[in-house]
């Protein structure tokens, strides 16, 4: 089983940056993506950047260019360094890891931290 811990966030002015943290432990045999998602308040939770073990990294439209995922595998740690950050940027950010144990793959989730963009 893989607990997931995400550090990070808080409240930053529109233009501003934040990065965000994740550490993975627990008992697994590897982890073969993470990603990060977001919710916003009264909305579905969706995908913001993910990234696969030493594969192409992925983002959501609305992100390109402002965002940065990266990840060390050595860790199983994975970090979302996000730029210019919008209002509607407001959101509980989770990471999220696949993972597989005994011949098996599964998903764990952290709890999520909060950032807020607001003047």
């Known amino acids: 089983q893989v607990q997931l811990v995400e550090s990070g966030g808080g409240s930053v002015q529109p233009g501003g940056s934040s990065r965000l943290s994740c550490a993975a432990s627990?008992?697994?045999?590897?982890?073969?993506?993470m990603a990060w998602y977001r919710q916003a308040p009264g909305k579905q939770r969706e995908l913001v950047a993910s990234?696969?073990?030493?594969?192409?990294?992925d983002y959501a439209d609305f992100v390109k260019g402002r965002f940065t995922i990266s990840r060390d595998n050595a860790k199983n740690t994975v970090h979302l360094q996000m730029n210019s950050l919008e209002p509607e940027g407001t959101a509980v950010y989770y990471c999220?890891?696949?993972?597989?144990?005994?011949?098996?793959?599964?998903?764990?989730w952290g709890q999520g931290t909060q950032v807020t963009v607001s003047s």
């Open positions: 999220n890891a696949r993972y597989i144990q005994r011949g098996y793959s599964y998903t764990a």
């Open positions: 990234i696969p073990s030493g594969g192409k990294t």
């Open positions: 627990g008992s697994f045999f590897s982890i073969t993506a």
